[in-house]
């Protein structure tokens, strides 16, 4: 908002701004197309009318009932992406990269299938259930790396051919609760933090 004083008079210009917010898939309803970029798949509300915008950059894109793959088909930039406890589907990243804002990479039942392209992550990646294989490219991110029992869902498992690079400005967790699977290629630590500030702290239980 700014205030502009003409003529003795206080005016309020109100400047417009993008509002962050939740996407859901609902690309079951859709069987002409199971791409990610198609608005026919998506929706405001869990399981309300399709034809919501597509996820932007200050949205969360989120996975909660069943159906059939959701593709992505070129580059993603987008604020979060959740695979929620209820979510027995799958995500395919394409060709393009994925981008994750601040709003994380949660990952709780489901499978995310990757590619040989980038995913870069602003914060945490964070898995209780499910399934990610195939990432072949680089999987950075600048918060922590956690994978934890607790769900319902299953047993996390996270497979990577790729890099995982922590990247981030800051000290970073690394956790791997010990009834979860983890299989790395490459693990490169990159941190840029300044003093005590560019650690990466380490919490790996039952091996990699």
Do not use: C
Not at 30 to 58: H, L, V
Not at 69 to 92: C, H, M, Q
Not at 102 to 115: A, K, L, M, N, Y
Not at 128 to 153: E, K, N, P
Request: proline share 2%; charged share 10%.
């Amino acid at each position: 908002m700014w205030l502009l004083f003409a003529g003795g008079v206080l005016l309020f210009l109100w400047a417009q701004t993008a509002q962050a917010a939740d996407r859901y898939w609902v690309g079951t309803r859709n069987a002409s197309s199971d791409r990610f970029e198609d608005t026919e798949n998506w929706s405001s509300q869990p399981r309300g009318a399709s034809g919501a915008s597509i996820p932007g950059a200050s949205d969360i894109a989120i996975f909660s009932f069943s159906g059939g793959p959701a593709r992505i088909r070129s580059a993603v930039n987008v604020g979060g992406v959740f695979l929620a406890n209820s979510f027995t589907g799958s995500l395919l990243q394409g060709t393009g990269t994925l981008t994750i804002g601040t709003s994380d990479f949660r990952v709780g039942s489901g499978t995310f299938i990757g590619h040989s392209t980038a995913i870069n992550i602003a914060d945490l990646f964070t898995m209780t259930g499910g399934i990610v294989r195939g990432v072949h490219g680089t999987f950075t991110l600048s918060g922590a790396f956690a994978i934890t029992d607790g769900s319902a869902a299953g047993t996390p498992s996270f497979t990577s051919t790729g890099t995982l690079l922590f990247d981030g400005a800051a000290d970073q967790n690394f956790t791997k609760g010990a009834s979860t699977t983890m299989n790395l290629q490459n693990l490169t630590l990159q941190n840029s933090g300044d003093g005590t500030s560019d650690d990466i702290v380490s919490n790996i239980n039952g091996g990699l």
